[in-house]
């Protein structure tokens, strides 16, 4: 017998910081891709907590775990506003998830519009129970430039929803004013856009010079929120846009059966409004 012990394998810890001295991590099983794009480095991990965890340029996007918060609230309040959503275009989102829940409704056809194709391969190989919506016949996944392409594009939607990383990097004028009025152009009348925002607690700065724009754009520019374990904050912020659909009107319509968070009730009470958000200007004009 050897008088050597034997030698334990380090740890696999990730972290994200989202201030100098405040983040999350954990401890991974192990990592099941890591590779770098044109656009951006990706991750995938294997957790006890979050299941699979895909991470981009170090944050991460989404959990095996946790994702249903984030997509069910991302689609549902635009879809069900909707009298009628035949036509819906999602920007970003490559992993699979919001176009799902689009599919969860009578919907003629989703186009997917994912800037970095290696998003959508790790999706299909890692992220079934998300990419499965690929294979729906309603389904069309372009690989392309959000901004691009709704910049070139003359079709019209009735709903658009921006599933985009965080403001750094190729999504950073995903967030910005002349991006929000070019998919204002794209909208039919009485279309709805649907976006995620960004952390209540971390972004509020980021947050007010967003409801200053998107208040001179559209009639109805509302905040709502709902959490999400994995992200910074827990808690995080969606715009619901439009210039004839109130979001807080009475909706009559029931969601698509099977969901796990998102009902009627939370539709009503995600746009209440914190009071840290009173200086916002996001009350619809009339």
């Not at 985009?164 to 910005?176: E, F, I, K, M």
């Not at 909208?187 to 960004?198: D, F």
Request: aromatic share 12%; glycine share 8%.
């Amino acid at each position: 017998m050897s008088g050597r012990s034997a030698r334990r394998e380090r740890p696999l810890e990730f972290r994200e910081y989202h201030t100098p001295t405040n983040g999350i991590f954990f401890i991974a099983r192990r990592r099941l891709l890591k590779a770098r794009t044109p656009f951006q480095k990706i991750e995938v991990f294997e957790t006890d907590s979050f299941g699979r965890v895909l991470v981009l340029d170090g944050l991460v996007q989404t959990t095996e775990n946790d994702e249903f918060f984030y997509h069910e609230m991302l689609v549902h309040p635009a879809l069900i506003a909707h009298p009628n959503p035949r036509r819906v275009l999602i920007i970003g989102g490559g992993d699979g998830g919001t176009l799902r829940e689009v599919l969860r409704y009578p919907v003629e056809k989703a186009q997917l519009i994912e800037i970095d194709a290696a998003v959508v391969s790790a999706a299909r190989k890692y992220f079934p129970s998300l990419s499965s919506s690929f294979l729906d016949p309603r389904a069309e996944v372009f690989i392309a430039d959000g901004n691009t392409f709704i910049r070139q594009s003359d079709e019209r939607f009735d709903v658009i929803l921006v599933d985009s990383s965080d403001p750094v990097g190729p999504a950073t004028v995903l967030h910005q004013k002349d991006f929000y009025g070019h998919l204002k152009d794209r909208l039919e009348p009485g279309g709805i856009i649907a976006a995620q925002s960004g952390s209540v607690f971390f972004q509020r700065s980021q947050l007010r010079k967003k409801a200053a724009f998107l208040g001179q754009l559209f009639r109805f520019a509302r905040f709502y929120f709902g959490p999400v374990p994995a992200y910074p904050g827990g808690w995080w912020c969606y715009e619901f846009l439009s210039d004839r659909v109130d979001p807080v009107r009475p909706i009559r319509r029931q969601p698509p059966a099977g969901l796990k968070y998102y009902n009627l009730e939370i539709h009503r009470a995600c746009f209440a409004r914190p009071g840290i958000f009173d200086p916002f200007s996001e009350r619809g004009r009339r």
